[in-house]
């Protein structure tokens, strides 16, 4: 367990490193780069599709499932439903928000690989990772991908 010395460091540390931070950095704002730890008085959300869907199917003692989160975070065929039938948007994104730590920016230029992959994060209608599917043994799962006109 870390001391509570090394703890008050981490707060306010990089994952660039500190000494990094300051060699390699000068002249950028230090907000730019990933905290190591979330800032305590940051407040951090916990969002993902596996807490939307209880939320959505909290009910189904009653019979009322949900099929879609609101947001898109799941998507289900639970209850009733025997199929489950969806479209995914593949798209790119340049740069991700990680509330409460940073933003993770993709490389804009040339890589050792020239792979379209290091130059753009793929996201699932927007969403990285992609949304939770859930489904019984025995339901059909329909899925369309759509990917964007022009890959960049």
Known sequence: MASPSTFEALL????????????????????????????PDQYMPLVNGW????????KHGKGKYGSQGGDGSYYSSWGP?????????????????VPGLGEIRANPGETA?????????????GQI???????NPGDTINIKLREPRKIQ
């Open 12 to 39: 306010d540390a990089k994952t660039i490193g500190q000494a990094n931070l300051a060699n390699w950095s000068p002249g950028f704002d230090p907000s730019q780069y990933l905290s190591v730890l979330p800032h």
């Open 129 to 135: 990772p992609g949304p939770l599917l859930v489904a």
């Open 113 to 125: 690989f020239d792979s379209v992959y290091d130059n753009s994060f793929w996201s699932y209608n």
């Open 51 to 58: 807490t939307q869907w209880q939320q959505g199917n909290r």
């Open 81 to 97: 439903s025997r199929s489950l039938n969806l479209t995914l948007r593949m798209s790119t994104l340049s740069q991700l928000n």
